[in-house]
């Protein structure tokens, strides 16, 4: 019986090729989709899950409350960790992970032997690292691995290009950065073999290994200082939740009194380490994580592109039920049950996507590096060898099969064989308005997609276009990470200056587009310093504002001298109760964790507000501060040149001069400010490419559907066409039920669609408006690829010789 099913399957498949393909066609383009996505998701959720235990380990983030509002920071304060282990009988292990780059060491120049490389991607931790996070060591002993100062974990990866093949373990290396430049020995090598993880390092650099890292390790402040993410694992059984409980109790005990004269209220909570990448909204995350909403958002769009691709198949399989209607009759009449037709055309459906999946697997294997750079990933083919993907395949293929076909199987058994037989087809009717639901159902959703793509444009269009504040364009930015190199940079800067292309050049410790990791309360001469505000500040030199283009509302810009100065902005003057115009020559006082004034700092202009941070954010109370003896390791220059290349071999040349050992590295600020929207850009090409599939195979029925309504009609053509019809009326003819749909679905997707992009659009402070024309459009775009994809057949049917089309039976 099974036999003969996938005879006649297979019959029927070769003697429809063009309905045959495309079906095959739509199902295995759905396919892929669904495949790619579901892996990229899985793949996303796989972060930290591989570590032993990892049920147990949390990360303690804190909530800090300020004057000027709240924190949620992915960090807290040095002792917490070592007190919680002490103290907390659920704790069994602690361990504390400090990015340098928060410490201001943002790279690192390693030198062995004759080689020297630069690497950003530095972190010190704990001896206790390797106890709570489980990693694949190649070389070395997890045990002790960081016990020592200045003892060095590395990746593999880094490892090969200082050492080669090699066993490292033994031999010393030479770190150089900002805090000077140190003999590090290397205690171990691991890879991601075991799985991925959001502490994305390198370097793995003992904590107590001078520098920021040991004023970190023996700090003992419970209030300030919270950029140490802090992780706990706790006894096999132990309630994370009642340990919660006992958290506020615990921070009181140690830090009410530092808190207090902080004016800071502080909690503490703890966050499972599995759930660390797929959420966001936390400060001071160790490495960019992905919202868990964007990723359901992708699952969706997976089903409703195997939908849509199973749509077709049930528009097509009961446009042409009428070819098979005599041949449902004959199987009845000779004794075929309505079970038997329903898994006669199941297994059609089923052999049908079975082909589809073989079909898509290869291309996925071809079209996956493209995938890989539209969603900015790294998925490989390797998920293919695990048994639950081969479960999954097996999955997708059955429900697709039977989404497919379940209507038309029981729509095509469910006809009457004397009435089959004589051409009468009850279900006729019905079955054409289901049709006409379904394509108006796909063009929902492609309209919707449409929209998305619009909205989403206009977007970062806007970002990239809107007025920051200061000037991005032409401004070149060197970074300076060894301290050798930091004394070098004023004969740097004037050199520079000597250049004709040269407008200004300013020296700085950051500049607008990064993570301003500084920041301190302020207070207002002669206020209570509990009405301290939180301010973050750059340290700058007198040319900053100049170079940056940053415009002033009142007072002046810093000269040669300042000491004790500072620029303050629109928003820092309006959280102090301020007059922007009248603020000059107030004083400001820092409110220490000892709770006494330190010196104090003189408003000498107020800067017009601009966006130092990304548009994600509202401007927030900031500050410059002049004070250029304070370890700058960044120059930004101001250019007026057009070739930048030749620009740029003058100034390699004046750095091979300045800086001969260390390598020539610059970057654009117009480039590293749009590094922030790297998420938005991301899901652009996504939706982009989703979008364009969705339309695809929409199309890809709509055009079915319109070979079949041609052919139906050829007679009723032909004689249109006898009695004189013209060419655009037949078009228009074959063409306005088709578009009288489009129409339908536009009027069902405007309001999920402004929905929809109404929610996505509230993440941004500043963004675009959502106006009519912009839906206006997706619904223009979606009538004009669906009017060109039935025109084609349209007009193929309007040529056709009408004696033949009168005369065929």
């Known amino acids: 019986m099974i036999k003969n099913y996938f005879k006649t399957a297979l019959r029927s498949l070769l003697n429809n090729k063009v309905f045959s393909l495309i079906n095959i066609a739509g199902l295995a383009i759905?396919?892929?989709?669904?495949?790619?996505?579901?892996?990229?998701?899985?793949?996303?959720?796989?972060?930290d899950r591989h570590h032993r235990q990892v049920a147990d380990i949390y990360r303690v983030n804190s909530l800090l409350g300020i004057t000027s509002g709240e924190s949620e920071k992915a960090s807290c304060?040095?002792?917490?960790?070592?007190?919680?282990?002490?103290?907390?009988?659920?704790?069994?292990?602690?361990?504390?992970?400090?990015?340098?780059?928060?410490?201001?060491?943002?790279?690192?120049?390693?030198?062995y032997q004759d080689k020297s490389l630069y690497e950003k991607a530095a972190v010190y931790a704990d001896s206790t690292f390797f106890n709570v996070f489980t990693y694949h060591f190649v070389y070395g002993d997890n045990r002790h691995a960081l016990d020592a100062p200045y003892t060095v974990v590395l990746k593999k990866s880094l490892s090969d290009k200082l050492f080669g093949e090699t066993n490292p373990v033994g031999k010393v290396i030479e770190i150089d950065n900002a805090y000077g430049r140190h003999g590090f020995k290397v205690t171990g090598v691991v890879d991601d073999r075991l799985g991925k993880s959001h502490i994305q390092s390198a370097i793995f650099m003992a904590m107590n290994s001078g520098g920021m890292g040991s004023v970190t390790y023996n700090s003992t402040s419970w209030a300030a200082y919270n950029y140490v993410a802090t992780y706990v694992k706790l006894h096999h059984g132990a309630a994370a939740a009642a340990l919660e409980r006992k958290l506020p109790a615990f921070l009181q005990l140690h830090g009410a009194a530092q808190l207090k004269e902080m004016g800071m209220k502080k909690e503490l909570h703890l966050q499972p380490v599995t759930s660390i990448h797929t959420t966001g909204g936390y400060d001071n995350e160790l490495s960019k994580t992905v919202s868990s909403t964007f990723l359901k958002m992708l699952l969706l769009i997976a089903v409703l592109?195997?939908?849509?691709?199973?749509?077709?198949?049930?528009?097509?399989?009961?446009?042409?039920?009428?070819?098979?209607?005599?041949?449902?009759?004959?199987?009845?009449?000779?004794?075929?049950?309505?079970?038997?037709?329903?898994?006669?055309?199941?297994?059609?459906?089923?052999?049908?996507?079975?082909?589809?999946?073989?079909?898509?697997?290869?291309?996925?294997?071809?079209?996956r590096p493209f995938l890989n750079a539209v969603t900015r990933a790294d998925i490989s083919m390797s998920f293919m060898a695990d048994y639950r993907f081969v479960l999954l395949l097996l999955g997708i293929t059955i429900i697709t099969g039977l989404l497919a076909g379940s209507y038309p199987a029981f729509y095509l058994s469910a006809f009457k064989p004397i009435n089959t037989i004589k051409g009468q087809l009850n279900n006729h009717i019905s079955a054409a308005g289901i049709r006409r639901l379904l394509v108006v159902f796909q063009f929902v959703l492609s309209i919707v997609f449409i929209s998305a793509i619009v909205v989403i444009y206009f977007q970062l269009s806007y970002i990239r276009h809107k007025d920051l504040g200061f000037e991005k364009q032409q401004r070149l930015v060197f970074n300076f990470y060894t301290d050798d190199s930091k004394g070098r940079i004023p004969a740097f800067m004037n050199d520079l200056q000597q250049l004709s292309e040269v407008?200004?050049?300013?020296?700085?410790?950051?500049?607008?587009?990064?993570?301003?990791?500084?920041?301190?309360?302020?207070?207002?001469?002669?206020?209570?310093?509990?009405?301290?505000?939180?301010?973050?500040?750059?340290?700058?030199?007198?040319?900053?504002?100049?170079t940056m283009g940053i415009r002033l509302l009142s007072g002046r810009d810093f000269r040669a001298g300042d000491s004790g100065r500072a620029l303050v902005n629109e928003a820092f003057c309006k959280v102090l109760g301020l007059d922007p115009l009248t603020a000059v020559g107030k004083r400001l006082y820092p409110k220490d964790y000892q709770g006494e004034p330190g010196n104090f700092l003189e408003i000498a202009g107020v800067l017009?507000?601009?966006?130092?941070?990304?548009?994600?954010?509202e401007v927030k109370p900031f500050m410059l501060r002049y004070q250029p003896e304070y370890g700058k390791d960044i120059v930004v220059v101001s250019t007026s040149s057009v070739d930048y290349s030749g620009l740029l071999d003058k100034v390699a040349a004046i750095w091979?001069?300045?800086?001969?050992?260390?390598?020539?590295?610059?970057?654009?600020?117009?480039?590293?400010?749009?590094?922030?929207?790297?998420?938005?850009?991301?899901?652009?090409?996504?939706?982009?490419?989703?979008?364009?599939?969705?339309?695809?195979?929409?199309?890809?029925?709509?055009?079915?559907?319109?070979?079949?309504?041609?052919?139906?009609?050829?007679?009723?053509?032909?004689?249109?066409k006898v009695l004189g019809a013209s060419m655009s009326g037949l078009v228009m003819l074959l063409s306005k039920d088709f578009l009288k749909l489009i129409g339908i679905s536009f009027v069902i997707a405007l309001p999920f669609a402004w929905w929809i992009m109404s929610r996505w659009l509230d993440a941004f402070p500043y963004r675009v408006s959502l106006s009519w024309w912009m839906f206006a459009l997706a619904g223009a775009?979606?009538?004009?690829?669906?009017?060109?994809t039935i025109s084609f057949q349209a007009i193929k049917g309007a040529l056709a010789n009408p004696i033949n089309n009168i005369k065929a039976e």
């Open 608 to 617: 017009k507000d601009f966006n130092y941070t990304s548009l994600h954010t």
């Open 77 to 111: 304060s040095p002792p917490i960790g070592p007190a919680m282990k002490l103290e907390l009988p659920e704790v069994l292990e602690y361990t504390r992970v400090v990015p340098t780059e928060r410490l201001g060491a943002k790279q690192h120049l390693l030198h």
């Open 656 to 720: 091979q001069r300045d800086f001969p050992t260390v390598p020539f590295t610059y970057s654009f600020l117009d480039e590293d400010v749009q590094r922030q929207y790297e998420t938005e850009t991301t899901l652009s090409g996504i939706i982009n490419l989703f979008t364009f599939i969705a339309i695809f195979l929409s199309c890809l029925g709509l055009f079915g559907l319109s070979v079949f309504d041609t052919e139906q009609r050829r007679k009723e053509i032909g004689i249109r």
């Open 30 to 47: 759905g396919t892929i989709c669904c495949l790619y996505i579901i892996a990229y998701v899985t793949d996303q959720y796989s972060y």
């Open 503 to 546: 407008k200004s050049a300013t020296m700085a410790d950051n500049y607008p587009g990064q993570v301003i990791s500084k920041d301190w309360p302020y207070y207002l001469e002669g206020k209570d310093p509990a009405s301290s505000n939180d301010v973050a500040f750059i340290f700058s030199d007198e040319n900053f504002a100049k």
């Open 305 to 367: 592109i195997q939908v849509i691709a199973c749509i077709n198949f049930m528009n097509l399989t009961t446009a042409r039920a009428s070819r098979r209607a005599k041949e449902v009759g004959v199987r009845k009449i000779i004794g075929a049950g309505m079970n038997d037709l329903v898994k006669q055309f199941l297994g059609e459906s089923l052999l049908l996507s079975l082909v589809a999946m073989l079909l898509a697997l290869p291309v996925l294997a071809l079209v």
């Open 781 to 788: 775009g979606a009538l004009l690829i669906a009017f060109g």
